[in-house]
């Protein structure tokens, strides 16, 4: 079946810089790649989704980037601001006889003033 | 658009209770709910995934009649742990799904969670 691997599992990066976190999955058939933010004690929230016929997708300060070849894609935050700081977990989805999402591990992220 | 209101947010209550949480979708219909569990620090577990008028499937190690999921309207499904135990103490988190259309999934949208003590 599908796999979904996060990394770093911690990224700790200075008000104003980018982070990156990168997932790799196992399927080639997946084709949809949300990303969700969980702040703590609350659910995830979607934040941006890319499908497989789209290479790259921007949203203000972040970016999703897809490499369906090396089966990679991204999330990019530029301009990071504190309440950055969150849970990160990207997903794949793929057709089973219905769709079924994989989840990473999850990136905890600290952004510090 | 697209919010999960995920009732209640925290429940404390003693071994042996049955526990309901509810789960509704606000402002869109919801062909397939799930229902996750989340340990501290860790990714979401899948539990079950139901669609609107049919039985849950259920993941594997997951007991069904220890965790019953209804799923009666294309707005509204259910979890109810039964005789809840301490080790059912957890953080639950439902998500809802509109219908997928052809080649594309739609995506998942979370509820708040709900953190389930266990005394």
């Known amino acids: 079946g599908e796999n979904v691997e996060q990394h770093p599992s911690t990224l700790s990066v200075q008000e104003g810089d980018s982070a990156v976190i990168k997932c790799t999955y196992s399927d080639s058939a997946s084709n949809y790649f949300p990303w969700y933010k969980q702040e703590l004690g609350k659910g995830p929230q979607l934040i941006i989704d890319i499908r497989s016929n789209v290479g790259e997708k921007k949203d203000q300060r972040i970016a999703v980037t897809l490499n369906k070849t090396a089966k990679h894609f991204s999330l990019h935050i530029t301009e990071t601001q504190p309440e950055d700081s969150a849970v990160y977990f990207c997903?794949?989805?793929?057709?089973?006889?219905?769709?079924?999402?994989?989840f990473g591990a999850g990136t905890r992220l600290f952004v510090k003033a | 658009g697209a919010v999960v209101s995920q009732h209640p947010s925290w429940v404390i209550c003693k071994s042996g209770t049955s526990v309901k949480i509810e789960c509704r979708s606000l402002d869109f219909q919801a062909t397939t709910m799930f229902w996750y569990r989340q340990f501290p620090k860790q990714s979401l577990m899948l539990m079950a995934t139901s669609n609107e008028g049919s039985k849950a499937t259920y993941e594997q190690g997951v007991e069904k009649d220890k965790f019953l999921i209804n799923h009666a309207s294309l707005t509204l499904s259910t979890l109810t742990v039964t005789s809840a135990h301490p080790e059912d103490s957890s953080f639950y988190i439902c998500?809802?799904?509109?219908?997928?259309?052809?080649?594309?999934?739609?995506?998942?949208?979370f509820g708040d969670g709900t953190r389930l003590s266990i005394l």
């Open positions: 997903a794949a989805s793929i057709y089973t006889g219905g769709f079924k999402t994989i």
């Open positions: 998500s809802a799904r509109e219908e997928d259309r052809g080649e594309w999934s739609q995506p998942q949208h």
